[in-house]
Nanobody, 118 residues
């Protein structure tokens, strides 16, 4: 059973920074794409940023230049450095990992709340 556990969320003022971390545990051979999604109240879950095992990244347009995704393959961890945060970044952030044998859509963490005050 694979578990993803997020940490680092919280309340921050607009313009501030937060760093989210996600650690995967369980029977893991290799994670392919790891990344972050978010869901704001009343909205659908959306992709924030992903990173492949080789380091190729992909970002939602609204976070480009402000957020940076990174990973440590040996530790099966992925992080999201969020700078210049805006109130519209307020959401529950979910860690996601795709791997051989994973369910459709990959493994998901339980989510962590990020609140940006204006």
């Amino acid at each position: 059973q694979v578990q993803l556990v997020e940490s680092g969320g919280g309340l921050v003022q607009a313009g501030g920074s937060l760093r989210l971390s996600c650690a995967a545990s369980g029977t893991i051979f290799s994670m392919n794409v790891m990344g972050w999604y978010r869901q704001a109240p009343g909205k659908q879950r959306e992709l924030v940023a992903t990173i492949t095992g080789g380091g190729t990244t992909n970002y939602q347009d609204s976070v480009k230049g402000r957020f940076t995704v990174s990973r440590e393959n040996a530790k099966n961890t992925v992080a999201l450095q969020m700078n210049s945060l805006k109130p519209e970044d307020t959401a529950v952030y979910y860690c996601n990992a795709k791997a051989p044998g994973a369910p459709s859509g990959g493994y998901w963490g339980k989510g962590i709340l990020v609140t940006v005050s204006s």
